[in-house]
């Protein structure tokens, strides 16, 4: 968990800058549409192409120094699928993988913030020991481990799309022109940092 604890979404937003794997304007671009779609950074920046799965994956344990395993290679334990509610599970695309005492040792989606880490191990009475995972492998696992996990992204999907017909942003905002003060100042600081870190053309 210690190295999980210093990843933050400005903090990875700056590695992927320094190595030059990702422009600072398609950063920023990304995390205005975090807000937007409801959809992390990762998944806009591997979505729109500005970075692979692998690439992500490999930044992420290296520099933080978690370990990296796909969730098909693991025996997964038949406890673990009981430790946190399938929506947990899904809303965070989790894949639980076994179960030591109050233990759970988890798949991540190349990421999970440690906030919500936090959150979960709090609310359900678990401590998690996590592997950085890829966001296709787990959600192919899932769908296997869970029947109703389809069922589950379509309602998801179409809740998404009502939600962009009626231009409100995925988080409960009312998308970007509506961000308050705060949270616009969280971008500055962000776009500011990258930016810094963005090496200029000549």
């Known amino acids: 968990m210690k190295g999980l604890e210093k990843l933050t979404s400005i903090r990875l937003a700056e590695i992927l800058s320094e190595k030059g794997l990702v ?13 937007a779609s409801g959809d992390s950074v990762t998944e806009i920046l591997v979505a729109s192409g500005k970075i692979t799965e692998w690439d992500l994956a490999k930044v992420v344990a290296e520099t933080f120094q978690l370990p990296f395993l796909m969730a098909s290679n693991y025996d997964i334990a038949p406890p673990a ?36 880490v936090d959150r979960l191990q709090r609310k359900h009475n678990v401590e998690f020991f996590p592997y950085v995972g890829l966001p296709s492998e787990n959600k192919k696992i899932l769908t296997e481990l869970f029947p109703h996990y389809p069922e589950w992204v379509k309602k998801q ?27 616009m100042n969280i971008f500055d600081s962000a776009d500011a940092k990258v930016r810094e870190a963005t090496p200029k053309k000549k």
């Open 81 to 116: 699928k009981k430790a946190l509610p399938e929506d947990e599970l899904f809303g965070n695309l989790l894949v639980p993988l076994d179960m030591f005492d109050n233990i759970l040792t988890v798949a991540m989606p190349i990421l999970t913030f440690a906030e919500t």
């Open 23 to 35: 422009t600072g304007d398609a950063i920023t671009d990304a995390l205005y549409q975090q807000d």
């Open 157 to 183: 999907e179409a809740e998404r799309e009502r939600r962009k017909r009626a231009g409100v942003s995925g988080k409960g905002g009312a998308g970007k022109g509506a961000m308050d003060s705060g949270w």
